[in-house]
């Protein structure tokens, strides 16, 4: 399953681009995050609660992030285990550009999940990944306007 957006945050690139790797900004934008801390190979360590139509579960999960393209290409990877719900894994490419002071930040998303969760059925699952990405980058998009102004 892959999704697409791009949204217009009102701050230079290179902002926009240290707050996407500010653990405390991530934790406040990640919808249901509990926990994330930095491994000292540098991937992240994160506890999520997610609410997957009739199933809520707790994944525990690592991501790794890819910061070769910086600052203007951004990547992460990452799986989480949700015990008898089932098993996540994903990534995202984003590429900033700046205009005018303000960032354009488009992002292509990739999800697969396995187990109890991948028998509610696809539309499902894609309406909550769309949900579930909408609620990151709009409360990304707030963080940064509040910051900023």
């Known amino acids: 399953m892959e999704l ?6 009102p701050a230079k ?5 240290d707050s996407l790797n500010d653990l405390e ?3 406040i934008c990640i919808p249901g995050c509990e926990e994330l801390l930095e ?33 203007n290409k951004y990547a992460l990877s990452g799986e989480g285990d949700g015990g008898v719900a089932g ?11 700046e205009i005018d002071n303000e960032t354009i930040l488009k992002y292509t998303a990739k999800s697969e999940v396995k187990g109890k ?3 509610l059925g696809s539309r499902l699952i894609l309406s909550t990944a769309k949900k579930l ?3 990151f980058f709009e409360n990304f998009r707030k963080h940064i306007s509040e910051q900023t102004h």
């Open 13 to 17: 690139l290179n902002y926009v681009y």
């Open 39 to 71: 491994n000292e190979d540098g991937s992240l360590s994160a506890k999520v609660v997610l609410k997957i139509g009739p199933i809520k579960a707790k994944f525990k999960g690592k991501v790794v992030l890819d910061l070769s393209g910086a600052p």
């Open 117 to 119: 969760i991948a028998q």
């Open 87 to 97: 098993f996540a894994k994903g990534g995202a490419d984003v590429e900033l550009s």
């Open 133 to 135: 990405s909408k609620t």
């Open 25 to 27: 900004v991530l934790k």
């Open 4 to 9: 697409k957006d791009e949204i217009k945050l």
